[in-house]
Every structure is written in structure tokens, then in C-alpha cells.
């Protein structure tokens, strides 16, 4: 009896366990996760935001802590529910329809430095007994992330003369996790001048937000004396922990200038009817490029004459200055009072003029003359006075 | 000789006292003062009315009151040019004759003193008498526009005002020399009076007809009558001080006469200094000068070869 009766019981344990078992199986369905999302592709630096659905099937009011698992290095992210940040969440029993699920948000935030690729990681609700329920997720990185500043220019070339400001227009765009404090600087040639400008003022350095991006509009003034050629300026954004540098292209276009005057500055003369007069010219190239063919030409009144020393010159560098010396000679016509004189230098691309303006003054010839013949009659009366006076 | 320069003053003096006194000299000053100030009242009237338009120093305000006009009062250039001369003939016509014909020449002549002093005296105290009127008045009137317009001229508006006055005196000196030459020629005063008006009349009314006639007969060119004209013209003393007292007055006029076109060219309008203008009028300021000296010289020449002893 003994042997019969323990494979009896044995076995009644048996079917008195099976219902059990079943319901131990059963509790696999009775927490369900569910998110629509559950393959994403972001962006590196993006956040993510899983809105999870838990479900209570069981018929016990399950109490749930939740937590990531295999989450990659770099990552984080935090869970809230109703707004609110949670260590665990009830959710009632199947009884209560309608009631038994609530919503989950998850934030998962993607660092900005990344490979691209697929990365996968399982959200777990943990009932109190230990039972663990999982949510597979994938995300999808579609490119590479990085850890750095971006500074870009649209247009890096430009063209404009010596007296020109160059504006260009760059961007800089912070593109680490941190807010960064940019320290710009140039490296320009010597003599040049380069600020700048942002949000309308003058700035040496920017503060730029993680992600964020400041437009700043590098003005470059070129050297007083500059030459005609193509000139490059480095311009750098240094945070301390991130650089970048960008070259820009200045090219300056030569300029022809020339400038007529004295060297003393003086237009002004005087002169004595049907005489000349030695004037000093000053001619200076004013402009970027060497000057050649320098032609001197006078504008007088008529029966004037203009002789240069030389009627050209042939060669006059950029910034030099040379002298010419120009005989006037006036009109013996000409009245007491002032005469207009213009001098001309033109080359076939650059042109300047001076006008002087010529005192004329009479000779005193015809004065000395009418003292003389004064001088002559008191003679005459002395004459007189001497022969008749009867002294 | 000593003391004989001090009875040539005493001479002078005298002549002096006699010409304030006289009748025709009072009669004479009272007519240049009283229209001396008809026209500058008529001035100082155009300036204040057309204060808006003037600039200081750049128009020569002050010689404006020598010679601006309204138009119905001469201006006092022109007041000089034509009554300086009856001044002048006034003092002069009858200096010699009238002693003549009182007989006083002889006993004056039998003083211990040099014949030609009697001519003498009597042409530098009417030179001295000219002189003190005419810068006088010029004066007056320089005061009389400081008073009324309140700004003081220039040093060069000053020294031409002098130099104009000068003029003047010199220009009256000559019509005095022929008023003393007339008073030699002619025995009666009266005689004397009426020639010496005569050729003042001659040259203020009529001679410039008969230049206009002479230079229209010679020539059919506008351009040639014109110069001829001006040429012929500046034979009459009047013209030669009239267009030297225009000039220096007014700087900005830079010749005399006509100008032509290769002259203009290239000229900037401008006021002369003191200096060109006085030079530009030389000719004009010898010519007037040698012209009193010439007609004083031949008066002193026949009175010292006259016979006075009647």
C-alpha cells in the first residue's frame, strides 16, 4: 500500500500544482510595455522621447520600478511619469477597467559624439516579487556625431580696393554637449585691421550654447599703403577646449591716383606783367599701381605761356612724389589783378589739376618814369627861382 | 640873410588871414560845405537802407561814402572835381592884379626882401588854405560816417581816403596857378576872373564834345573812337581827375578804358591792393602834378620878368 499510495498522492500533488504552474506561466503577459517608437533614427545630440504605455493585466495591483538596461556609454535618460519623476509606479489590477494602464515618458538624450550605426536597449519594469518585464528599443544613429565647433564662411574671397572695408559673413556654431566662450582672433598681415561684429556690436569674444549657432560679420580694412595683390587672414574661434579656423581671401584691386599741388601748398603767386616766374610742382601717385607717362599741360589766359622742365614724367611709383618746375611767363597785355592758371598732369587713368591763381602786378618802370619828370620840373621852377629870385 | 625866411612866413601868414576873411572864400566854403552834407546825408541813407547787403572789408564800405549816389545829389568826388576848381580860380583870379591896381606891389617890393617872395607867399598860403579845407571836409565826412555807420576803415581804406584828398588839394593847386597866371597876364581882375572860368568851362562842358566830334571825324570804328575819345579826353585835367579819383576809390576797377578780350581771360574779379591801383593811376597823378608845377612855374616866370614899377 505504501508504494501505491505515495505514487497517488504523488501524482494528486501533481494535478494540484498544475493549476499553479499555469498561473506562475501566465504571469509572463500580466505587465505589458508598449511604445509605438520602438525603432527610431535620430540625429547625434537629439533627445529622444518614448511616451510607454504599462499595462496590468494581473489581477493584483502590480507596484514597478523601471530602469534601462544595455544602454550605450554616453547616453542618459530619465523617466517621468504625469510630469512627475518616479522611483516606482503602481498601476491598479485588471478588475479595474479602463484603469489599469498609465503612461510612461522616457527621455533618452543622444550624445553629440557618436559613430553612426544601431544601437539597442531594453527598457524593465520590475514588479515587487522580482519579476522583470522588457521593452526592446532601437535607435538608429544616421550620422556621425562629433565633439566640436563649427565655423563656416559663405564667401571667403573678396574683391576691393585699398580704401575698401571687406565684410564677410561666417557663422559659428557650437556642435559639443557644452555651452562654450569662444576667444576670436586674427592673424592678418601687418597694418590690417580685423573685428568683429556681432548682433551689431563690436566683440572679441562669444558665448554660444550647446547646438547653437551665432552669426559673426569679420570686417577687414586693408593697410593704409597696401599694394595691389591677394592677401590671406586666418580667423580663429578658441574656446580652450575646442578651435577652429577658417581662411578668408581679401584680394585688393590696384587704384591709380595722382595729386597736383606745391610744396608748400600755396596756389597762389605774384607776378609782374611780361615777366616770369618759377613755380614748383608737386606731383604725387596717389594710387596703388605705378603711374607712367605723366603729361604736364597748362590752361593760361591767352598770351601766357607755361614752359615745364620736363612735359612728362615717365615712371612714378605707387606713394612716391617727384618735382617739376614750371615757368610762367605773363601777358605784357595783361592787367593788375588776378589771372586763373591751371595746371594739368593726366596719364591715360588717372588725372589731377591745380588752379593757381596768379596776382599780377605792373611793372614800375612808368612809375620811376613820372617821379623823373616831376623830379624834372621842380628842377626847372629851382632853375627859375635861382636865375630871377633876384637874391 | 637871416630873418629873410622868417619875413617869407610872415608873408604867408598874412596872405593866409586875408583869404579866411575874405567874402568870396566864405562864400565859396559855405557852398562845398552845405552840399558836402546833402550828399552824405543822401549816402549814409543808401547804407543804412541797404545794411543787409553789406560785408565788412569786403566792399570797401568807407569809400562807398566818397562814392556812392542816389542819384540826385552828387556824390563827393564829383562835388571836388566841379567845385574844387571854382575854388581854386576864386583864390587865384585876382591875387596879383588887384595889388596892381592898388599900387600896394611897389611898396611890398621896396622891403628888404627877394622879389619872388611876394609870388611865392601868395601861392603857398592858398596851397596851405586848399589844403587845410579840403582835408577838413574829407575829413568831416570820414567822421561824420564813423559816427553814423559805426565801422572804422581799413588802413588801406584810410590811405587811399588821404591820397584822394591830396589829390584834390594838387588838383585845385593847378586851377589856382591858373588863376594867379590869368591875375599876371590881365590887368583887371575881372578879365582875369572870366578867362579862368572860361577854360574851366571849356573843359568841364565842351571839350568832351569836341573830342567826341575830333574822334568820330577820324575814325568809323567803334573800338578806335572809343580809344581815341579816352586818349583826346585825358588832355583836360577834369577827366585825368576824375578817372584817377574813380580808380583810387574804387578797387575793384583794374584798368582804365577798354579792355580786350585776350586781357579778360582768365581774370579773376578782384580788388586791387593800394600800391597797383596807385600805379595803374601814375600816369595820371604825374601828369597832374607836372601840370600844376608846369602853370605855377610859368606864372613865377612872368611875374619875375614883369615890369612892376609902373
Known amino acids: 500500500m505504501s508504494n501505491k499510495l505515495k505514487a497517488s498522492l504523488l501524482f494528486l500533488l501533481l494535478f494540484l500544482l498544475i493549476p499553479f504552474t499555469l498561473v506562475v506561466n501566465a504571469a509572463g503577459n500580466e505587465i505589458i510595455l508598449y511604445t509605438p517608437y520602438t525603432g527610431l533614427s535620430v540625429t547625434p545630440g537629439e533627445g529622444i522621447n518614448y511616451d510607454i504605455d504599462v499595462i496590468n493585466n494581473s489581477r493584483l495591483i502590480q507596484n514597478l520600478s523601471f530602469k534601462v538596461k544595455d544602454l550605450p556609454a554616453g547616453w542618459d535618460y ?46 524593465i519594469a520590475t514588479t515587487d516579487d522580482g519579476q522583470n518585464f522588457q521593452l526592446p528599443l532601437a535607435v538608429k544613429i544616421a550620422e556621425k556625431g562629433i565633439f566640436e565647433t563649427e565655423f563656416t564662411v559663405e564667401q571667403n574671397n573678396m574683391e576691393g580696393y585699398s580704401d575698401s572695408t571687406f565684410s564677410y559673413d561666417t557663422t559659428l556654431r557650437n556642435r559639443t554637449a557644452e555651452k562654450q566662450h569662444y576667444a576670436l582672433k586674427a592673424d592678418a598681415p601687418q597694418g590690417w585691421d580685423v573685428r568683429f561684429k556681432e548682433a551689431g556690436s563690436y566683440v572679441t569674444s562669444v558665448t554660444i550654447d550647446s547646438g547653437e549657432s551665432k552669426t559673426i560679420d569679420v570686417k577687414v580694412e586693408p593697410a593704409v599703403n597696401v599694394k595691389a595683390d591677394n592677401y590671406a587672414i586666418t580667423v580663429e574661434a578658441n574656446s580652450g577646449t575646442t578651435a577652429k579656423k577658417i581662411n578668408l581671401e581679401a584680394v585688393i584691386k590696384g587704384k591709380y591716383g595722382l595729386d597736383l599741388t606745391t610744396p608748400s601748398g600755396r596756389l597762389s603767386q605774384q607776378i609782374v606783367a611780361g615777366k616770369s616766374k618759377e613755380l614748383n610742382l608737386k606731383i604725387k601717385n596717389t594710387g596703388t599701381i605705378t603711374l607712367r607717362d605723366i603729361k604736364l599741360s597748362a590752361t593760361t589766359p591767352s598770351n601766357w605761356s607755361v614752359d615745364f622742365e620736363k612735359d612728362k614724367i615717365t615712371k612714378l611709383e605707387a606713394g612716391e612724389s617727384t618735382t617739376v618746375s614750371a615757368t610762367v611767363k605773363a601777358s605784357d597785355q595783361a592787367i593788375a589783378g588776378d589771372y586763373q592758371l591751371s595746371i594739368k598732369t593726366n596719364t591715360p587713368e588717372a588725372t589731377a589739376a591745380a588752379d593757381f591763381r596768379i596776382t599780377v602786378k605792373t611793372s614800375l618802370i612808368w612809375g620811376w618814369v613820372g617821379i623823373l619828370i616831376i623830379l624834372a620840373v621842380i628842377l626847372v621852377i629851382f632853375y627859375f627861382v635861382k636865375k630871377y629870385g633876384r637874391r | 640873410m637871416p630873418g629873410f625866411s622868417n619875413s617869407f612866413l610872415v608873408m604867408v601868414d598874412k596872405e593866409i588871414s586875408d583869404h579866411v576873411k575874405s567874402w568870396k572864400f566864405i562864400i565859396v566854403v559855405a557852398l562845398i560845405l552845405l552840399t558836402t552834407f546833402g550828399s552824405l546825408y543822401s549816402i549814409l541813407n543808401i547804407i543804412r537802407e541797404n545794411a543787409a547787403l553789406i560785408n565788412k572789408g569786403d566792399n570797401f564800405l568807407f569809400l562807398k561814402l566818397f562814392t556812392a549816389t542816389d542819384g540826385n545829389l552828387p556824390n563827393f568826388m564829383t562835388l571836388i572835381s566841379f567845385l574844387g576848381p571854382i575854388l581854386g580860380i576864386a583864390l587865384g583870379f585876382d591875387l596879383v592884379n588887384s595889388e596892381r591896381n592898388r599900387g600896394t606891389i611897389s611898396r611890398i617890393l621896396a622891403q628888404p626882401i627877394p622879389r619872388d617872395y611876394f609870388i611865392t607867399s601868395k601861392f603857398t598860403a592858398a596851397v596851405i588854405v586848399i589844403l587845410l579845407l579840403v582835408f577838413s571836409v574829407g575829413f568831416l565826412v570820414m567822421g561824420m560816417g564813423l559816427l553814423s555807420i559805426g565801422l572804422p576803415p581799413t588802413l588801406g581804406e584810410f590811405l587811399r581816403i588821404c591820397i584822394f584828398l591830396f589829390l584834390s588839394t594838387i588838383y585845385i593847386a593847378f586851377w589856382l596857378s591858373l588863376g594867379i597866371l590869368f591875375s599876371i597876364i590881365f590887368e583887371q581882375a575881372a578879365t582875369s576872373a572870366l578867362a579862368s572860368l572860361a577854360i574851366w568851362l571849356f573843359f568841364t562842358v565842351f571839350y568832351s564834345m569836341i573830342v567826341n566830334i575830333v574822334a568820330q571825324s577820324l575814325s568809323k570804328n567803334p573800338f578806335q573812337i572809343n580809344h581815341l575819345t579816352v586818349i583826346l579826353s585825358r588832355l583836360s585835367p577834369n577827366y585825368l581827375y576824375d578817372e584817377l579819383t574813380t580808380i583810387l576809390l574804387t578797387p575793384s576797377i583794374r584798368t582804365l578804358g577798354g579792355l580786350s578780350f585776350q586781357q579778360l581771360q582768365g581774370a579773376i574779379p578782384s580788388a586791387l591792393s593800394l600800391d597797383q591801383s596807385l600805379l595803374l593811376v601814375w600816369p595820371h597823378f604825374t601828369a597832374l602834378i607836372a601840370a600844376s608845377l608846369i602853370c605855377f612855374a610859368v606864372a613865377y616866370l612872368l611875374f619875375m620878368r614883369r615890369e612892376v614899377r609902373a
Do not use: W
Not at chain 1, 512627475?84 to 510612461?104: G, P, Q, R, T
Open chain 1, 78 to 123: 530619465n523617466i517621468s511619469s504625469g510630469g512627475k519623476s518616479i522611483e516606482k509606479l503602481a498601476i491598479k489590477s485588471k478588475d479595474f477597467k479602463n484603469e489599469n494602464d498609465k503612461s510612461l515618458d522616457l527621455e533618452v538624450n543622444v550624445p553629440l559624439k557618436i559613430e553612426k550605426g544601431n544601437y539597442h536597449f531594453t527598457v
